[in-house]
């Protein structure tokens, strides 16, 4: 039976968001004053950068601090063109990688999953993952990270372009 991914995402968005709540580190997060926060957003910053594979990655953070309200979520939407082989990295914080299109190569500790629209991808603090684009064509991401703190790393260093609000 084929999978709808629009009702997939809802269902990750749910637990992701009802993980973050039991997590220890949200506790903190709970007890300080927060910033207000948005009830609809079209996304933050956007970036654009070459690639390895000689094509270019396209960044929209869509979710951080500043919009949520508070520090127990990031969101962004992530496209990485075909060929693209992204090193063996770890991340401060977990990540989730849902494929919206495309196909990506997600090798967590050694061991390589090929994750297709409707898909998700899991990768833990303590893991090592690296990501494979094959040739045949672009993979387009949307990545969460809970608790946030991740996107700096991104979004940090890039000349960024605001996302205009509908």
């Known amino acids: 039976m084929k999978q709808d991914p ?8 749910a637990l992701v968001l009802l993980a973050g709540v039991a997590h220890p580190a949200m506790a903190q997060d709970k007890a300080a ?8 957003t079209s996304g933050l910053v956007e970036f654009q950068e070459a690639a390895a594979s000689g094509g ?5 953070l869509l979710l951080d601090q500043s919009n949520l309200g508070g520090n127990e979520l990031e969101m962004a939407e992530l496209t990485l063109p075909a ?7 770890h991340h401060g914080s977990i990540e ?8 990506l190569g997600h090798e967590v500790n050694g061991e390589m999953h090929m994750l297709t629209p409707g898909m998700v991808g899991i990768v833990r603090p303590e893991d090592s993952v690296r990501h494979v684009v094959p040739k045949s064509g672009e993979v387009k991401l949307l990545v969460l990270w809970t ?12 000349k960024t372009t605001p996302v205009p609000q509908k």
């Open 6 to 13: 629009a009702r997939s995402l809802s269902a990750l968005c």
């Open 33 to 40: 004053p927060t910033k207000s926060h948005s009830y609809a």
């Open 56 to 60: 270019v990655e396209k960044w929209k």
């Open 83 to 89: 060929g693209e082989v992204v090193g063996a990295h």
């Open 96 to 103: 989730i990688l849902y494929v919206l299109s495309g196909t």
């Open 147 to 158: 608790p946030g703190g991740e996107a700096k790393k991104f979004f940090g260093h890039q």
